[in-house]
């Protein structure tokens, strides 16, 4: 197991148009988290997941986006009708039982223009 | 007030000084990450430590869990340890992550 996948690394997409990114965390982690960065300011939480199990999300994260883990591995974010703002990395994070072994993602650059 | 506090904000330094990167929480926590993060780059974990001291390299990491302070430290710095470090709160609660603000440190040759 090589760690926290995320892909794309980089995402270029024109105003209004759906995207979605994929965070395949490591296999025995029960935990998977999504954070986003805006440039010059720190991770912001934006979900998490406990196995299949959608437990918390933030209120930064407005009726647009969605993210599902279907069957407590991979998961997938899908912002739809992006606007500018929405341009920021992307982080995912995954984790044994709360603390164990917390591991970041590379990170989707998402780019609206 | 912030839930976890950095200073400072920025930090510039000659090649070979001793850093400290100090970190003050007010939540519970189940643990306390440090990170790393180049310019454009990924974040790195550096420590996750919940008591005591931690030590990998050039870099040590401590926490006071009575006084809600940690402290992340570089011996013999060096222009390639130039980045953010950030302080991170696990909570004790959900396992959330609250993020300090960053201390951008720069290191001159």
């Known amino acids: 197991d090589t760690g926290v996948s995320q892909d794309p690394r980089h995402k270029i997409t024109k105003r209004g148009q759906n995207v979605t990114f994929r965070c395949d965390p490591i296999s025995e982690h029960n935990r998977l988290y999504w954070y986003r960065q805006t440039l010059g300011q720190g991770p912001e939480f934006l979900t998490y997941?406990?196995?299949?199990?959608?437990?918390?999300k933030s209120r930064l994260l407005s009726d647009r986006f969605s993210a599902e883990r279907p069957k407590g591995s991979f998961s997938t974010l899908e912002i739809q009708r992006t606007e500018q703002g929405d341009s920021a990395m992307y982080l995912c994070a995954s984790s044994l039982w709360g603390a164990d072994g917390y591991t970041f993602g590379s990170g989707t650059r998402l780019t609206v223009v | 007030k912030n839930e976890v506090e950095q200073s400072p904000q920025n930090l510039t330094a000659q090649e070979g000084e001793f850093i400290t990167i100090n970190c003050s929480y007010s939540?519970?926590?189940?643990?306390l990450h440090w990170l790393q993060q180049h310019p454009g780059g990924g974040i790195v974990s550096l420590f996750m430590l919940s008591s005591g001291k931690k030590k990998h390299g050039r870099l040590i990491a401590t926490i006071n869990i009575q006084e809600k302070h940690s402290s992340l430290h570089i011996t013999a710095s060096h222009p390639r340890d130039s980045a953010v470090y950030i302080c991170?709160?696990?909570?004790?609660?959900?396992?959330?992550?609250?993020w300090g603000a960053g201390t951008k440190l720069i290191i001159k040759p």
């Open positions: 991170a709160a696990l909570l004790d609660s959900n396992y959330q992550l609250i």
């Open positions: 997941f406990q196995n299949e199990a959608q437990l918390e």
């Open positions: 939540v519970g926590i189940s643990a």
